[in-house]
């Protein structure tokens, strides 16, 4: 009886340890094989695959060192499958296969996810700046049918959460908890009134505390343009009227119910048109940061990664 191990044969292949990917030849070096057998010549099977011969070669003699057996014999009439690399062949041939099933299975994903975008976006940003962005991606996504889903910063968080949307864009200081950001633009709150307010005869600022004292058109807690009055005012901002749109206390500040603090972007026309004064105020800082947010550890793909990057330009 002998007592020398398998494993001391000469051409021996043990079990090796490890994961598949460590012992199972890659998708690349299987479609060169079925090539090689389908032309019966590696060169011909190299230009097929768009590689130089050397690198077929050599990506061969790297399976059969893998695998342990010699799979194609060369010659100068060419190449021929061995006994094993026949049999490799058509395994390597429903891996093959079923890689391919895989791929269209991918397609499909991606095809239904790229067929829908849902936004959330908190007002001012739906308002006065989505519309251009969205205009701009119809030209580049013209199958992508986009919901747009308006609201205050608070509620972009829950429809991002509750995964209602697939992307958001906030105005507060602050990024809702569950969600990461890019800042995309900035913005300034502004305090204006109608030209017949006592403020837009003023040739002085009024003063930050004046503003606090005062009561005031203002957006509704949760919004972002409410997160940054109430933080530039230390809580202190007075409701006259507490609305749930910027065109809403804009309408209200334009028919002379008081003063209001909205951004920059939604006033635009009216200050031009002097249907509204801006008024200076002195002591306080208005700026804020207009972020796209999305769920912590999910980057916007698709549709969703597109109008990002449209935001940025």
């Given amino acids: 009886m002998s007592t020398t191990d398998d494993h001391d044969h000469p051409g021996h292949r043990s079990a090796s340890p490890g994961s598949l990917a460590h012992r199972v030849p890659d998708l690349g070096a299987l479609e060169l094989l079925l090539a090689v057998a389908r032309l019966g010549s590696l060169g011909g099977a190299a230009r097929e695959l768009g590689i130089t011969q050397p690198a077929a070669s050599s990506r061969i003699r790297s399976m059969e060192r893998q695998l342990g057996v010699a799979l194609v014999d060369r010659s100068p009439r060419g190449s021929r499958l061995t006994d094993a690399g026949a049999l490799v062949t058509d395994w390597a041939r429903r891996i093959v296969e079923a890689a391919e099933a895989f791929d269209a299975g991918a397609q499909a994903l991606r095809d239904r996810r790229d067929s829908r975008l849902r936004v959330a976006a908190s007002m001012t940003i739906a308002e006065y700046l989505l519309p251009g962005w969205l205009l701009a991606l119809r030209a580049d996504r013209p199958d992508t049918a986009v919901s747009l889903l308006a609201g205050n910063s608070a509620a972009v968080a829950e429809r991002l959460l509750s995964g209602e949307a697939d992307v958001g864009f906030v105005e507060g200081l602050t990024v809702p908890a569950g969600l990461d950001s890019a800042v995309i633009a900035h913005d300034r709150l502004i305090v204006v009134a109608a030209p017949s307010h006592a403020w837009a005869r003023r040739r002085r600022p009024i003063a930050a505390e004046e503003l606090a004292s005062t009561p005031l058109i203002l957006r509704e807690k949760g919004s972002g343009t409410r997160q940054v009055l109430d933080a530039a005012l230390g809580g202190l ?31 635009g026309e009216e200050l031009a048109m002097r249907r509204l004064v801006r008024i200076p105020v002195n002591g306080i800082a208005l700026a804020r940061d207009l972020r796209a947010v999305w769920p912590t550890g999910h980057r916007p793909a698709g549709p969703a990664r597109d109008l990002l990057a449209l935001t940025r330009g």
């Fill in 237 to 267: 901002a007075r409701p006259l009227i507490e609305l749930s749109s910027t065109t809403a206390v804009k309408a209200a500040a334009v028919g002379g119910a008081g003063p209001a603090v909205l951004s920059e972007l939604a006033v």
